[in-house]
C-alpha cells in the first residue's frame, strides 16, 4: 500500500464538499516483486549478455521497485532463435491443441487477475478500480477469444488453409501494459506464430509475471520470448534478420522509423499509433450522459489512451450547459493513491510523460485558450497532474493538433454537422471518434464521413475481443481484434 492518500475534491462554486471518503486500500500483499529481473528466453530466466539492469518506478510514490536486464543485440538475437526453434513444432500442432494453452492462459490469468491487477497498478499508476474492472477481465477475454479461433482458422475467410507468418517481433507501449500484450500474444499464438515481445521500459513487470504464467501452463519453451529494456531494445527487434512480422503500438514518429527500417525486407508489419479524437455532442444528446461520456472518453487511464476523445466538439447551442455540468462532474473526481478503490484518476507514468504534458498546457495557454482545473490537492511524491479543460481553442492551436496524452481536452464549438465532419477529421491522425445525438440517421450520416477506425456512438472508450481496433492515417495500419486480428497473424491474410 502507498502511503499517498485519496484527495477529495470540492465542486466549483459550492461551499462545502460533497462528502469525505474513507480510504479503502487495495492491499499490496498479494504480489511478490523479486528485488531482479532476467530476460524470459526459450522458458528460462536468463542474464543479460553484458549484465546491464534497469529500474523500474511506482509512478505514485517514486520508489524503485525491481531492477531489470536490459536486453542487447545479443540478448534479442537469442530471444528470436529461441522463437524460430520453438516455431516448427508449434505451428503444426493441430489448432485445438493450441487452442487449449490458449484457454488455459486465460483461466491462470483469471485465477490471478487480482494480483496481475495489483501489480499493473503499481508499475503504471492507474487506478486498481479499473486494472481490476477493465484492464484484467479485457485481457483474459482476449486470450479466450483468440483460443476459440485457434481451430477455425480455415473458416476465418482467409483462405482454406492459412499458414503462420513465423516469429513475431512485438513492440507494446506503457499505458496498458497487460492488455496490449494480450492483444499482441493472443492472436500470434492462436495462429501458429512465435513471438519475442518487449514490454515499456517504464512498465515491464506485468509481462514478466506472463512470462511466469506461460511457465504455469506448460506452454513449450520458445513461443512466448519477453525481452525488456528501452527503446534501443526495439530497434534491435525490429532491425533482426529472423523476424517475419513487426507489431508496433506507440508513437506515430517511432512508428515511422520502424516502417523505414523493414522496408524492402519482406517482413510483414501493423502499427497502432497515436490518436487525437473527436467527440462530438449534438444538441439532441442526452446531455448528461455525454458528459459521462466525455470525463470517460479522456479521463479514463489519466488521458493515456491513443483513441481517447481529447478534442471536444460541442454544438454552439450547448455549449455552455455542456461545459457546465462537465465542470461539476470533475469536481467530484477522486485523484490519489492508485491503490484506493475510490481513487477515479492515478498518477502519470513517467517523469518525462509529465514533462511532456506540462509543456504542452502552458503551450496552450501561450497560445490564447483558457485553462481551466477543478480545485485538487495533489499529493507531494509521484507524478500528477490534474484534470484539465481548455475552451477557446482555435483548430491551430498545438493542444488541437498534437496527442498530450494526459488528462486535457480541448474544447471547439460547431454550428452544423457539416461543420463537425471538417473539425473532426483536420487532423493527421485517424484512430477514433464518438458521436452523441438522439437521431439514428445522424449517426449513420457522421460515422460514413468520419475518418476513424473506430466509431463509438453515444458511449466511448467501450472495448471487446471480438471488434476490430486499429487506424487511418498517421494512427497506423491493420486490425487488432476480432476475426481481422487473425489476418495480421497469418500468411495470405489482409495485414
Ligand atoms: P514510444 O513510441 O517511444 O514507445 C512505444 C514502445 O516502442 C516502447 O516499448 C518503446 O520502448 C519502444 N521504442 C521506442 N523507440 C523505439 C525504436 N526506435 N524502435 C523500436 N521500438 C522503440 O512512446 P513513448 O513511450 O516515448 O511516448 C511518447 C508519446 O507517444 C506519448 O506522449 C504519446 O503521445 C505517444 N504514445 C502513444 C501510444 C499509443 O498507444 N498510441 C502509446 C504510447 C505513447 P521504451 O518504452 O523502452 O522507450
Redesign the pocket.
Known sequence: MTDTPVRNTRVPDMATPLWEYAPAPESRDIVTIDSSYGLFIGGEWVEPSDGTMFKTVNPATEEVLAEVAQAGRADVDRAVGAARKAFGRWAKLPGAERGKYLYRIARIIQERARELAVLESIDNGKPIKETRDIDLPLVAAHFFYYAGWADKLAWAGLGPDPRPLGVAGQ?????FPLLMLAWKVAPALACGNTVVL?????TPLTALLFAEICRQADLPPGVVNIVT???E???H??EHDGVDKIA????T??GK??QRTVAGTGKRVTL????KAANVIFDDAPIDQAVEGIVNGIFFNQGHV?CAGSRLLVQESVHDAVIDKLKRRLGTLRLGDPLDKNTDIGAINSSV?LD?ITELVSAGEQEGAQRWQPECDLPERGYWFPPTVFTGVAQSHRIARE?I?GPVVSVLPFRTPAEAIEKANNTPYGLSAGVWTEKGSRILWMAQRLRAGVVWANTFNKFDPASPFGGYKESGFGREGGRHGLGAYLAGGVH
Open positions: 513492440i507494446i507501449p506503457w499505458n518487449k514490454p515499456a521500459e517504464t529494456g528501452a527503446g531494445t526495439g530497434r527487434l525490429v508496433f503500438t506507440g508513437s514518429e517511432v522509423q520502424i497502432e499509433l497515436g490518436g491513443c510523460q511532456r496527442e496524452f
